[in-house]
């Protein structure tokens, strides 16, 4: 039987295939998500239930008038985690939440791209109504339906949810990948937070892999130049310190931020 597939142009007039998550990979990844959630929100409860009875049994709920404005904090704080949860995943972590990356699915722009911050933010925002009128009925409705299973949130947003690719046989290693491996550079020696890291856009990412790509094919001279010259246009936006760094080392925080950015925008072919 053939995977159903999805034809994505990139930006760049590439043509990729993806195979679309249906409505049993979404479901069994959001069970996993609310699972989580309600893990959290009943460990939240229970122990705002004793701060608020101070230490009486937790069933003594005629006390809890007592702390109104508390429990009140207490409920838009839950509703903000479960909202919130989503949203700074999918954004956060290359449009995957916990249950997306265990179930190895993703959301990404229908370019192509990852999820930009207003996109997530709206098809998030947008699950107050695929969830209507309960247990997600609507959005599962819609991912059923729809061609390339997309709900309501994914419609509006421009987005779509679709299994990870996966690379068959062993991928011949790149030149650059070859001389980050021998400078023994690792992603977690880049001491950049990865929220920062949200800054760089398509542009930066542009700029970041020419210079990756054409790196070992300049002339020493002309490679530190362009390094210099690559740090003083990204290394202020991220609040990385150039004063004193050799030559090298601007190198290699280069290579690093490379190494970091292309989880999210480079795509196996």
């Not at 069994?28 to 409860?45: C, E, F, H, Y």
């Not at 690719?165 to 021998?182: A, F, L, M, N, P």
């Not at 094919?217 to 990204?234: C, F």
């Amino acid at each position: 039987m053939l995977e159903e597939q999805v034809d994505i142009r990139t930006p760049e007039y590439v043509s990729l295939q993806f195979q679309p998550a249906g409505l049993g990979s979404r479901a069994a990844a959001l069970m996993i998500d609310q699972i989580i959630l309600g893990i959290l929100n009943i460990l939240i409860v229970v122990l705002l239930v004793f701060a608020t009875t101070g230490g009486n049994s937790p069933f003594a709920w005629y006390l809890f008038d007592v702390n109104s404005t508390l429990w009140g904090i207490a409920i838009i704080g839950l509703f903000v985690l479960n909202w919130g949860y989503f949203f700074a995943l999918e954004y956060f972590w290359g449009g995957k939440t916990v249950g997306k990356r265990l179930l190895g699915i993703r959301v990404m722009q229908e370019n192509g791209h990852s999820v930009t911050l207003l996109s997530c933010f709206i098809r998030n925002l947008l699950r107050i109504i695929d969830s209507l009128p309960a247990a997600y009925f609507l959005g599962m409705i819609m991912i059923f339906l729809h061609s390339k299973h997309k709900r309501l949130g994914d419609i509006v947003s421009g987005t779509i949810v679709v299994h990870e690719r996966r690379v068959k046989g062993k991928r011949k290693e790149k030149t650059i990948e070859k001389e980050i491996r021998q400078r023994g550079l690792q992603k977690e020696d880049l001491s950049v937070e990865e929220w920062t890291l949200k800054q760089l856009g398509s542009k930066e990412w542009s700029l970041i892999k020419t210079y990756a790509n054409r790196f070992s094919q300049l002339p020493l001279a002309k490679r530190n130049h362009l390094s210099k010259k690559l740090a003083d246009i990204l290394f202020p936006k991220l609040g990385i310190d150039m004063e004193g760094k050799t030559y090298e080392e601007l190198e290699n925080t280069l290579l690093l931020l490379y190494v970091a950015l292309r989880e999210e925008w480079e795509i196996e072919l």
